[in-house]
Nanobody, 115 residues
Framework: QVQLMESGGGLVQAGGSLRLSCAASGSISSISSIRGMAWYRQAPGEQRELVATITSGITNYVDSVKGRFTISRDNAKTVRLQMNSLKPEDTAVYYC????????WGQGTQVTVSP
């Protein structure tokens, strides 16, 4: 099993920045089975949306965040999401995701962007 813990959410004004981090913990075999990691978000009343993924160093982003968000993976256990030029529509609960042999989710961290 892998446990994912997000941090770094909060309240920021439009145009500001936040950096989310996600730390994975678990057995060596479980951690090593992670093929890629991702960030999702879910706004109130909306479905969960894929924001960004990173697999073997290759990144992908949803169109709405391209040029503003950057996903990076420090090591096998840590993934980050640098969010710049934040907009009110970025307000959501952001979830860390790890995938490979299994799929794992974090508990989520709230990001609120005020106008």
């Amino acid at each position: 099993q892998v446990q994912l813990m997000e941090s770094g959410g909060g309240l920021v004004q439009a145009g500001g920045s936040l950096r989310l981090s996600c730390a994975a913990s678990g057995s060596i075999s479980s951690i090593s089975s992670i093929r890629g990691m991702a960030w999702y978000r879910q706004a109130p009343g909306e479905q969960r949306e894929l924001v960004a993924t990173i697999t073997s160093g290759i990144t992908n982003y949803v169109d709405s965040v391209k040029g503003r968000f950057t996903i990076s993976r420090d090591n096998a256990k840590t993934v980050r999401l640098q969010m710049n030029s934040l907009k009110p529509e970025d307000t959501a609960v952001y979830y860390c995701n790890a995938f490979g042999r299994n799929i794992y989710w974090g508990q989520g961290t709230q990001v609120t962007v005020s106008p």
